[in-house]
């Protein structure tokens, strides 16, 4: 695994890169002693890994992470006790407590492993453009931060200037047109289904005709949903043999 460590402090970047000498699969192919830097680095080199502290002078890891192009597997390094984690919601990332323990460190790589083990080839996120089910992405919505795949997300809305995320029992607001999102997602899992949302297809429970030659989708979620009649022919040759 390809992976930058970023930290500010020169001391902490060394230790970390010490720790990790033993695992032969993971290759440091880069540091950054701040966001900024680290920015650049993420968005030229695309690694598979990085190793990001949270609290940076200039910009904390969270908000490094909502300007990336490109987000890769992120572990957090950070000083916070186990109350000051609670400040943000984990979910398919890891995190490891300052100083690091060599077990704990063990602990966080074997879990990625296995989820790559464990992900056909074909399936997982390649580093391009377009955002697939696998793709790992960073919200932030005031002081809740999520790190998630897009396979948890079965909609998005949206609500002026910002879209509205709809994925388990959460719906943060993020900065982004619905059709910037459009042009960012993969076509063959996320639908347009109207002015206002873009649904996930493998969330649909219910099909029903609805007014005007439209359709109205049912999603896990209990939403339901307008496809106009427009995209209501788009959307019966996508759904059919």
Known sequence: MRTIII????????????????????????????????????????P???????????????????????????????????YA????????LDY?????????????????????KNTPNDERPKHEEILGENS??????????????????????????YAKVFFNGHKPLILKSLNALEERLDPRIFFRANRKHIINLRMVEKIEPYFNNGLLVELRGGEKIEISRRQAVKFKERMSF
């Open 48 to 82: 598979d890994l990085i190793f990001l502290d949270i609290q940076m002078p200039g910009k904390t890891g969270f908000e490094m992470l909502t300007e990336l192009d490109f987000v890769p597997t992120v572990i957090f390094t950070t000083a916070y006790d186990e």
């Open 85 to 92: 984690l609670k400040a943000f919601e984990v979910n398919a």
């Open 136 to 161: 790992q992405v960073f919200l932030k919505d005031g002081d809740k931060c999520w790190f998630i795949q897009l396979s948890e997300v079965r909609l998005f809305e949206s609500v002026g200037n």
């Open 96 to 116: 490891l407590l300052k100083p690091i323990e060599s077990k704990r460190l063990e602990a966080a790589i074997n879990k990625i492993k296995s989820t790559i």
């Open 7 to 46: 930290d500010d402090e020169r001391l902490a970047r060394a230790e970390l890169a010490k720790l990790l000498q033993p695992y032969t699969d993971i290759e440091i192919i880069d540091e950054a002693s701040n966001a900024n830097e680290a920015i650049e680095k993420i968005n030229a080199l695309q």
